[in-house]
T-cell receptor
Framework: SQTIHQWPATLVQPVGSPLSLECTVEGTSNPNLYWYRQAAGRGLQLLFYSVGIGQISSEVPQNLSASRPQDRQFILSSKKLLLSDSGFYLC????????????FGEGSRLTVL | KNEVEQSPQNLTAQEGEFITINCSYSVGISALHWLQQHPGGGIVSLFMLSSGKKKHGRLIATINIQEKHSSLHITASHPRDSAVYICAVRNSGNTPLVFGKGTRLSVIA
């Protein structure tokens, strides 16, 4: 069966520090991968999606970036965090791009102080 | 861009009550998803539907394409149903999901 792992679960970082959130999927090949952010009181916002290794599409301009160094690995990064980057970040995967069911990781709660 | 509205925002129910959560959207869609977000944050997909009705255990999801409206019903609610329920829609074509803000449900024993 397919599983998705995301870490760290909780992160407290100072403003201006770097960020790296990692997500891996097991049990499937060539998944479509997504990074979402959920700010307090708001709906999930798609940040990045990837249809293959090295292929990243950005939905929202920001100081975050994403990379996909391996087929089942998706990384969310920032060189310098802002206070506004605080939120709950979720990685997800699907079999088909933009169709079908989405499977989510457990999420990473980031607090920038 | 599709606008997704959920109601109510918050809902408190007594154990055993029948619960309805509503979702309306502004533009025609290819599919609608209902998701459940647990208190810890993890999200589970409950239903994906494009017409009619689906049932899984005590959960029932319906969609009316003409009225651009969907409902999620929970029969015989239980405290373990307490969670945030999120509606998300996919526009026709190869576009990402658009999410509602969620409905926070608390079921009291």
């Amino acid at each position: 069966s397919q599983t998705i792992h995301q870490w760290p679960a909780t992160l407290v970082q100072p403003v201006g520090s770097p960020l790296s959130l990692e997500c891996t999927v097991e049990g499937t090949s060539n998944p479509n991968l997504y990074w979402y952010r959920q700010a307090a009181g708001r709906g999930l916002q798609l940040l990045f999606y990837s249809v293959g290794i090295g292929q990243i599409s950005s939905e929202v301009p920001q100081n975050l970036s994403a990379s996909r160094p391996q087929d089942r690995q998706f990384i969310l990064s920032s060189k310098k965090l802002l206070l506004s980057d605080s939120g709950f970040y979720l990685c997800a995967w699907s079999v088909l791009m933009n169709t079908g069911e989405l499977f989510f990781g457990e999420g990473s709660r980031l607090t920038v102080l | 861009k599709n606008e997704v509205e959920q109601s109510p925002q918050n809902l408190t129910a007594q154990e055993g009550e029948f619960i309805t959560i509503n979702c309306s959207y502004s533009v025609g869609i290819s599919a609608l998803h209902w998701l459940q977000q647990h208190p810890g944050g993890g999200i589970v997909s409950l239903f994906m539907l494009s017409s009619g009705k689906k049932k899984h255990g005590r959960l029932i999801a319906t969609i009316n394409i003409q009225e651009k409206h969907s409902s999620l019903h929970i029969t015989a609610s239980h405290p373990r149903d307490s969670a945030v329920y999120i509606c998300a829609v996919r526009n026709s074509g190869n576009t990402p999901l658009v999410f509602g803000k969620g409905t926070r449900l608390s079921v009291i024993a």
